[in-house]
C-alpha cells in the first residue's frame, strides 16, 4: 500500500511558479512510476506529466511542456512538480499518483495508476 500526501499549490498571477510536492509512504515506494494529473472545472481529468519508477525518464503533456519539469526527491519518497509560466488555462484540481511497472517507462494513463493523492488547488489569474 502507498499513501500519498501533496502539498503546495495556490493563487498565482499568470507567468508566475508555483512547485507541488507529492511525499509517499509505504512499502517498495521507489519501484513506483509517478505522475501528476489535473481537473481543470468542467474538463476531463489529463495527464501533465510522469516519471520512472528509477527517475530516469520523465515526459510531459505537450500542454506544459518546456515549462514543468518533474522530479523524483534524493530519498526517492518525493517527488515535484515546478510549474514556471503559468497561464490561467492551467488552473485546475492537481493529483499526483503511483503505479507499478517492472520497466523503468513513464505511464501515461490514469488507470495504470493505483495510488492517488487527496488533490491541490492550482489557480492562475490573467
Known amino acids: 500500500q502507498v499513501r500519498l500526501v501533496q502539498s503546495g499549490g495556490g493563487l498565482v498571477q499568470a507567468g508566475g511558479s508555483l512547485r507541488l510536492y507529492c511525499a509517499a509512504s509505504g512499502r517498495t515506494f521507489s519501484s513506483y512510476a509517478m505522475g501528476w494529473f489535473r481537473r481543470a472545472p468542467g474538463k476531463e481529468r489529463e495527464f501533465v506529466a510522469g516519471?520512472?519508477?528509477?527517475?530516469?525518464?520523465?515526459y510531459c503533456a505537450d500542454s506544459v511542456k518546456g515549462r514543468f519539469t518533474i522530479s523524483r526527491g534524493n530519498a526517492k519518497n518525493t517527488i515535484y512538480l515546478q510549474m514556471n509560466s503559468l497561464e490561467p488555462e492551467d488552473t485546475a484540481v492537481y493529483y499526483c499518483?503511483?503505479?507499478?511497472?517492472?520497466?523503468?517507462?513513464?505511464?501515461?494513463?490514469?488507470?495504470?495508476?493505483?495510488?492517488w493523492g487527496q488533490g491541490t488547488q492550482v489557480t492562475v489569474s490573467s
Open positions: 499518483a503511483a503505479g507499478t511497472n517492472m520497466d523503468p517507462i513513464v505511464l501515461l494513463t490514469a488507470p495504470e495508476y493505483g495510488f
Open positions: 516519471i520512472s519508477w528509477n527517475g530516469g525518464n520523465t
